[in-house]
């Protein structure tokens, strides 16, 4: 089994700034891809931003710019810089680590933290 552990979460004025950390433990032979979702309320869960194990990254359109995701393997953890917050991106925000598992692959998600952004 996988577990992941997310912190960093908290209360921020808009244009201030977080960073959330999502670390791996368990389990684990190599993560091929971690990435951040986030689920306001009364909405959907979304992709935030996404990297994978070769340092490719991917984000949302509305984090562009704003957002920095990066991974370090040796400690099987990844991170979310946030930055130039707004109250639009409050929500819970969840880590997925895709991890490779005998021939395939397996999703573990953590449990979540919440990012409030407000005056």
């Known amino acids: 089994q996988v577990q992941l552990v997310e912190s960093g979460g908290g209360l921020v004025q808009p244009g201030g700034s977080l960073r959330l950390s999502c670390a791996a433990s368990g389990n684990i032979f190599s993560i091929n891809i971690m990435g951040w979702f986030r689920q306001a309320l009364v909405k959907q869960r979304e992709l935030v931003a996404a990297?994978?194990?070769?340092?490719?990254?991917n984000y949302a359109d509305s984090v562009k710019g704003r957002f920095t995701i990066s991974r370090d393997d040796d400690k099987n953890t990844a991170y979310l810089q946030m930055d130039s917050l707004k109250p639009e991106d409050t929500a819970v925000y969840y880590c997925?680590?895709?991890?490779?598992w005998g021939l395939g692959e397996r999703d573990y998600w953590g449990q979540g933290t919440q990012v409030t952004v407000r005056s």
């Open positions: 990297i994978s194990n070769g340092g490719t990254t």
């Open positions: 997925k680590a895709v991890v490779v």
